[in-house]
């Protein structure tokens, strides 16, 4: 049998890789963020097309903007059940990287899309793949990270994309925050194996029921609010 150790590797890096929220203002050496990057390049995408762009901010009064455009169009999660207002930790990391989807890339795809909609589906996940392993990168570097989606709120976006000048054609996928933790995330619950693989047919009796969903969101919820 072939050895699983890379498959190993793999897990414990994939298991190790949590979402850090509060960072420490302790600089990341450019090499770093250039390796962090370096992965992205090598990510699957729609036809190969590989539409993104990546704009690295460690620029303090370019950060501030954006912090101050966060806080005013996607601010940190409130849990209904604390009355303070909370901080976003992001703030204080050094380094923000924001991954931009360039939609003109789509002339390359078989079908050409016409409309950005029509693209929408295949450049999500395309996006979306390079910026995990780009999570990855970070984790395997010893760094901390956050995806911050708010700054792809319709408001947010808007305002980012005047403080940095990102350009009609492009949109915002979604913020990256990099550093070194300032704090460990509490261990995470994950559903189980054997409740979400079906063997060659599966049916409605072979999925959660509405109450489980129901239930396990809201497990998920409260622990999501607690990590925040
Ligand atoms: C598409 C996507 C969007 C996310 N957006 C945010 C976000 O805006 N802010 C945040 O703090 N975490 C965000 N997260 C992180 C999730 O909350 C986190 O992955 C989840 O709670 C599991 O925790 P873990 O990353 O520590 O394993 C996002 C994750 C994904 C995949």
Known sequence: MESTQQYDFLLDLVTKRRTVRQFKSDPVPDEYVMKIIEVARWAPSGFHTQPWEFVVIRDPNVKAKIVAALDEYGPAIKDPAKNDTPRAGFRDAPVFILALCDWRARVGLPYAPRTIEEAAPLYQSSMANAFMLMHLAAASLGLASQWYTSAS??????????????????????????????????????????????????????????????EYARVTKAWCMGEH
């Open 153 to 214: 709120r319709p408001d947010a976006e808007r305002a980012i994309r005047k403080i940095v000048g990102i350009p009609e054609t492009l949109t915002i996928y979604d913020m990256m925050v990099v550093g070194y933790p300032a704090a460990t995330p509490g261990s995470k619950i994950v559903r189980d194996l054997s409740d979400m693989v079906h063997h060659d047919a599966c049916g409605e009796q072979d999925f959660r029921t509405d109450e489980q969903v129901e």
